[in-house]
T-cell receptor, first 112, second 113 residues
Framework: DAGVIQSPRHEVTEMGQEVTLRCKPI?????LFWYRQTMMRGLELLIY????????DSGMPEDRFSAKMPNASFSTLKIQPSEPRDSAVYFC??????????FGPGTRLTVL | GEDVEQSLFLSVREGDSSVINCTYT??????LYWYKQEPGAGLQLLTY?????DMKQDQRLTVLLNKKDKHLSLRIADTQTGDSAIYFC?????????????FGKGTHLIIQP
């Protein structure tokens, strides 16, 4: 298995632009998690899905952030409009049941 | 909700033992994890311990859990340069279903030659 796949690996955009981050979980995993990592705040859980259904989105910072999981093999995290303080590394992770979470390589987002 | 705390930096000499400490607040956390993040990479599970255990050993790694004090530690014996990374403590499993984990901010392990 290729593991959790995230794209793009790096994204540089200007303030106000829409940003879409993509994640392909490991085949067969039924839970998907989006995290954000910054130096100041560490690793924060933004949202997680179970069987494609959002379970807890309390970590989503504000309405500019939205996440979808239209099917078991794909999820997106969208920021619209983006702001410089959104600059961070965004990780996607997937899991089967209560097993360990497998992390993707992350997307490094820079908002100018 | 759960809060996980760990120190930001630890510096050790190559060959010495490293001990990374972590505290958590939710006594009902069932699973306690240590993840390792190497530069430019995602997190990888290093080891874990269930809350009904107080120690787990896996080669150079020893995990100690003091459930009364809600304190978790990771000991790396004979620390090597390849152990240089950020180590995250994570707690979870107190709720039903596939809940997310609460991570500490990570401890940067720095190896001195």
């Amino acid at each position: 298995d290729a593991g959790v796949i995230q794209s793009p690996r790096h994204e540089v955009t200007e303030m106000g632009q829409e940003v879409t981050l993509r994640c392909k979980p490991i085949s067969g995993h039924n839970s998907l998690f989006w995290y954000r990592q910054t130096m100041m705040r560490g690793l924060e859980l933004l949202i997680y899905f179970n069987n494609n259904v959002p379970i807890d989105d309390s970590g989503m910072p504000e309405d500019r952030f939205s996440a979808k999981m239209p099917n078991a093999s794909f999820s997106t995290l969208k920021i619209q409009p983006s702001e410089p303080r959104d600059s961070a590394v965004y990780f996607c992770a997937s899991r089967l049941g209560r097993e360990e979470q497998f992390f993707g390589p992350g997307t490094r987002l820079t908002v100018l | 909700g759960e809060d996980v705390e760990q120190s930001l930096f630890l510096s050790v000499r190559e060959g010495d033992s490293s001990v990374i400490n972590c505290t958590y607040t939710d006594s009902s956390s069932t699973y306690l994890y240590w993840y390792k993040q190497e530069p430019g990479a995602g997190l990888q599970l290093l080891t874990y311990i269930f809350s009904n255990m107080d120690m787990k050993q896996d080669q150079r790694l020893t995990v100690l859990l003091n459930k009364k004090d809600k304190h978790l530690s990771l000991r790396i014996a004979d620390t090597q340069t390849g152990d240089s990374a950020i180590y995250f403590c994570a707690a979870g499993g107190s709720g039903g279903g596939a809940d997310g984990l609460t991570f500490g901010k990570g401890t940067h392990l720095i190896i001195q030659p």
